[in-house]
Every structure is written in structure tokens, then in C-alpha cells.
């Protein structure tokens, strides 16, 4: 019996939280028939192929799922916090269990074996069925959304410059957080470090927001009760200064390959009213970084990113390839912004990377969209660059000299918004994630249509158009930390009937087109290729597309994939009917 943990609020408010409404009798008893565990960090609570089947309640703290490879050594899964439940598969299917879960942190769990489990399900049937739907929701989540992760709780700070000041941009952080209505609670060396660790760790526990740990080269000792604590690491940087190793990250010892580290995010502060971002590279040389953000000190959409990301409600848009049909996704985003949606993070394939990129190496401004908008359609980048028809159709060099005109040797890495494309690297059938690298030989590489433009070169290997194994890549947006996805799709997957019996002939649409009668509607060949190279992809996409938030198909018909003479048509088309989906959005499910 566990009288004081059926009587701890936050302890109900868990079991509340993770099935729903219960009535106060079953609840009690659910607390008082379990067993409260306590597992200090590295301590395992079960290990793969265990045949244990008992259900775990994660009450505080938080652990890693683990996955034993053929060579021996372990994969991390994801990370499993406060609120959630593991382990409910191997109370109902009584197998030994799939993975090994270790406490990364203190962290404490309730558990019910068989035995409690069917005692309470004797007096309160209702709990059989609560546990049921939970475990059958779960299941409906497609594989992508298993990656979601519950959020932080506790994040250590490390200011890598100590005689840099960032109070101004710490407090502009919390003013986000608490308009979010996010609670936040700083403990620092001055006032925390002398406090008993039990002491310690119920002052984290107790607070229902997020804890900042600040951590410092004063006090190493310090430093690492905040690293041992912590669920996410962040390390704040004056962009301009020194990137080379501090010893702090040394002392602590940040980047060893060890199955307990923590994640780690990257903060490059930037003064106001900054320049574009230049060689940001240099700051992950020796460092193992999973996530690195720009932050421009007083700067809305920073400081609102920022929080979102820690928060767990970041937004990715992720959009898709068409050709000039791309003109509508810049529409589409203007719309977003103009209805107050900000992104986070964008990825694109094809004319989703060009067009998409583009709008990010913008910063999402209005005026500059629009003016690389008309320029890119004046330039007429897809007209009188035909070749010798050996490796591709199009020469490719106007769309490589525009691309390089617009963006020069800025790196992807450099964007003030985190962003990727995708292309699918020929040399070895496989698909690329572009993260990192030179923008411009990125994007050539994801727009590098086979037959239409030759493949790029990029590490001595071949790159082509990344539509032929993903034309909507959702599955990579699932890899960042993100809460909810905005997909665009410019392929139509419904079924697209012809009215004739069998394919015409070259000089029957000739006179076809001279007689300007309208019998026969087919696709031209820049169409039939691309739609042929993608239709392995367009599968993908159907699957892929249940677990966005908002999933929009663009209706563009007459528009040709090389025709960019109707840009302005395009540009109205992607903004109005984006617009007319955020209206007709439900008001309760709005996450904006």
C-alpha cells in the first residue's frame, strides 16, 4: 500500500494525464496497488529479452529505449518521460521484452505487474478498456510519429563565453516562455549548490514548468550535478567569438559516445539587427551538436522559435516538388505568416528546396519573396538552355547561375531558420539529406529533374532530383524536434483519367493544337517523366501524409512543370487556397 503516493497531486494528475478521466476509487487504488521504483541515473529497468511483463508509469525523471545491434553494441531509440507509460505491450502479449530501458537521469516509476493489473481490472472493468484504447492509439500512430519525444523538462545551460553577458537574451526567453504560460524556474551555483541532492531533486520534481540549470566554469562540480540532472543540454555562444573547444565542454566531457549523454543544442547569440550568418561551420568542428539555432538578440521570431523548440511545439512545413508549380508554395507562405504562423524549420524536395530555400534564405520576409519571385520568372531559367541531348535535355547552367547569384556561398547551415532538401544520390540508390553544405550545390542537386538537368556532383558522387525516392519528405521533418507538421504537396494523387481509347499521335496533336481544338488532354513529356520517376514516391507520400497537421494538396491544373510565364497566377493560387485551409481550419485543433 502506497497511502502518500495515491495522495500526491501531481502523481494523480500523471495517471489523469495518460488515460483520461477516472473516478476517484479507481484512481486511488491504481496508486496504492502499484510499487514506486527509484532508479538513479544509469540504473536499468529492464533489459532486452527480459520476460518480465510488468507496466511501467514514469512518475518523474526520464529514460532511453535501447536496441541491441548484431555487432553487440546498443542504438538509442528515443527518450520516454514523465507521464508516459512503458512496457504495456508485454502485459497483454506476455513477450520478452523488445528493447532495454535505462534512467538517464534520477527517476522514479510506479509499477503494476500482472498480478495488480488483473485484481484492478476485477473491481473496475473501465480500466481494462482505458489501458486498451491507449495502447490501440498508440498503434495508429504511424512509425514516423513514434520518434515524437515528450519534451525537456530539465535544461542545463552553459554559457561557453563566462565573461559574456546574456541576461538580456535569457530574459527575453522567459518573458516567451511565461506568454506560452510555460513556468520557468532558474537554479544557479549562487543560490542552488549547496542544497542536499534530495533537497535538489524535489525542488526540480515539484515544479510543473521547466527548470533552467545555469552552469559555469566557476564550479565544475556544479556543472556536472546540472549535466547529471539535466534532459537537454543547451550551450550558449557569442557567434563571433572563439570556436574553438572551451575547456568547460572538456571538463565535462560533452561528446564521448556514451549511451547516458544527453542531447545537446547549439545557441548562437547574434547582436541586433545582424548580418546573414557566414561560416557557421566552424563551430561544429570537435563538437557533437544535434541541434544548432541563430538567435538575434530582440528579435521576435528568434526569441518565439527558440521557445517553441524548447517548449515542444515547434512547426515544420515541408514541402514538395512540381516544377514552376513551385511558385505556389511561396504563396502558401506568405499566407502563413500573414495568419501569424511562424516556421521553425523547413525542408523541401525540387521545386520545394528551390522555392522553399529560397523563402528561408529570405527570412520569410515579404518583399525580398516577392522580389525573387519576379526575378527568378524574368530570368526565364527554363528557356533556350537546351543541349545536346546526351545527359540530359537542359544544360542546367541558367537555373546554376541564378541559384548561385541569389544565395553565393552561403551554407545551409548558415540560414537563420534550420532547413534541409533532399536529393536521392544515384551512385548508391539511396536518398540524401542535405542539412549542411554550400546552399547552392544543395539545391541543384534536389532539382536535378533526370532527362531535364544532368545529375551534380557532389563528394564524388552523382546526385539527382530527390522526388525519385521522396517528392514530399515528411518522414525527415520527423527527425527534428518538431510538434507539428505543415505538408504541401503539389502532385495531385488522385486518379487522372484520359477520354480517348488510345494514345494519340505526334501529328494528330499537332493539327490538334493548330485547329486549337481541345480533344485530347494529355501531359506533356516533362510531366510523364517526372510523374513516371515518382510514382514509388507519390505510395510514400500517401502513407506519409495522415500524420501532418495539415496536409494541403494544390489544385493547379493548366499548369505546365517548365511554364513559369503564369507566376503570378501561381503565386495568387498557393496564397488563397492555403489561406482558405487555415480558415476552414477547426478553431479547437488550431496549434497557432
Not at 539535466?230 to 563571433?240: C, G, I, P
Not at 501569424?340 to 528546396?353: K, V
Request: hydrophobic content about 40%.
Amino acid at each position: 500500500m502506497n497511502p502518500n503516493l495515491s495522495h500526491n497531486p501531481h502523481n494523480r494528475a500523471i495517471l489523469l494525464r495518460l488515460f483520461g478521466e477516472l473516478d476517484d476509487e479507481l484512481l486511488t487504488q491504481i496508486l496504492e496497488k502499484g510499487k514506486v521504483l527509484e532508479l538513479d541515473t544509469g540504473s536499468f529497468l529492464f533489459h532486452q529479452r527480459d520476460n518480465d511483463n510488468s507496466l511501467y508509469i514514469v512518475l518523474s525523471g526520464r529514460f532511453r529505449a535501447l536496441a541491441e545491434q548484431s555487432d553487440g553494441t546498443l542504438h538509442a531509440l528515443g527518450d520516454i518521460g514523465e507521464g508516459e507509460p512503458i512496457g504495456e505491450f508485454a502485459l497483454f502479449m506476455a513477450e520478452p521484452r523488445s528493447a532495454s530501458v535505462v534512467a538517464i537521469r534520477k527517476s522514479i516509476v510506479l509499477e503494476l505487474k500482472e498480478k495488480e493489473y488483473h485484481q484492478i481490472v476485477a473491481s473496475h472493468p473501465a480500466f481494462s478498456t482505458k489501458l486498451t484504447r491507449f495502447v490501440v492509439n498508440r498503434l495508429r500512430r504511424n512509425s514516423l510519429q513514434q520518434h515524437l519525444e515528450t519534451s525537456a523538462k530539465n535544461i542545463a545551460v552553459i554559457n561557453l563565453q563566462s565573461g559574456n553577458d546574456i541576461t538580456e537574451y535569457t530574459e527575453a526567453i522567459k518573458a516567451q516562455f511565461e506568454s506560452l504560460n510555460v513556468s520557468i524556474q532558474i537554479l544557479d551555483h549562487d543560490s542552488h549548490a549547496n542544497l542536499e541532492l534530495q533537497t535538489m531533486y524535489d525542488t526540480l520534481e515539484q515544479h510543473d514548468g521547466l527548470n533552467f540549470l545555469v552552469s559555469s566554469d566557476e564550479d565544475l562540480a556544479w556543472s556536472r550535478q546540472c549535466i547529471i540532472y539535466a534532459d537537454l543540454v543547451v550551450m550558449a555562444a557569442d557567434f563571433y567569438a572563439d570556436s574553438s573547444l572551451q575547456e568547460i565542454e572538456k571538463q565535462l566531457d560533452l561528446y564521448s559516445n556514451n549511451i547516458l549523454n544527453k542531447k545537446i543544442y547549439l545557441l548562437l547569440l547574434h547582436p541586433e539587427d545582424a548580418k546573414f550568418p557566414q561560416n557557421t561551420r566552424r563551430w561544429f568542428e570537435n563538437r557533437k551538436i544535434n541541434l544548432h539555432i541563430h538567435y538575434r538578440k530582440n528579435y521576435g521570431p528568434d526569441i518565439r522559435r527558440f521557445a517553441r523548440i524548447l517548449a515542444n511545439k515547434a512547426i515544420g512545413l515541408v514541402l514538395g516538388g512540381g516544377g514552376a508549380k513551385g511558385f505556389a508554395h511561396l504563396g502558401a507562405i506568405l499566407a502563413l505568416y500573414e495568419e501569424g504562423l511562424e516556421i521553425d524549420f523547413l525542408g523541401g524536395t525540387s521545386a520545394g528546396a528551390l522555392y522553399g530555400l529560397t523563402a528561408s534564405f529570405s527570412d520569410f520576409d515579404k518583399d525580398r519573396i516577392h522580389h525573387y519571385s519576379r526575378e527568378s520568372a524574368e530570368s526565364k531559367l527554363t528557356s533556350n538552355d537546351f543541349t545536346i541531348p546526351l545527359l540530359s535535355i537542359m544544360s542546367g547552367k541558367k537555373m546554376s547561375n541564378y541559384v548561385k547569384k541569389m544565395m553565393g556561398d552561403t551554407y545551409l547551415e548558415d540560414f537563420w531558420v534550420g532547413s534541409y532538401c533532399v536529393s536521392t544520390n544515384y551512385s548508391n540508390s539511396t536518398i540524401k539529406i542535405h542539412e549542411r553544405g554550400l546552399a547552392r550545390k544543395q539545391i541543384e542537386a534536389s532539382i536535378a529533374i533526370p532527362g531535364i538537368y544532368p545529375p551534380v556532383v557532389i563528394d564524388n558522387q552523382l546526385h539527382v532530383d530527390g522526388g525519385v525516392v521522396d517528392n514530399l519528405p515528411i518522414e525527415t521533418m520527423y527527425k527534428y524536434p518538431v510538434r507539428h507538421i505543415i505538408a504541401i504537396s503539389l502532385s495531385q494523387l488522385r486518379t487522372q483519367e484520359v477520354d480517348f481509347d488510345e494514345t494519340p499521335t505526334a501529328s494528330k496533336l499537332i493539327w490538334n493544337k493548330i485547329a486549337g481544338k481541345k480533344k485530347y488532354r494529355i501531359p506533356g513529356i516533362s510531366s510523364i517523366l517526372v510523374n513516371s520517376l515518382t510514382l514509388n514516391s507519390r505510395q510514400k507520400q500517401e502513407m506519409t501524409k495522415s500524420g501532418v497537421a495539415i496536409y494541403l494538396e494544390m489544385e493547379l491544373k493548366g499548369i505546365g512543370m517548365l511554364d513559369d510565364t503564369k507566376w503570378k497566377e501561381i503565386v495568387k493560387k498557393g496564397h488563397d487556397q492555403m489561406k482558405n485551409a487555415l480558415e476552414n481550419f477547426p478553431k479547437e485543433k488550431r496549434f497557432w
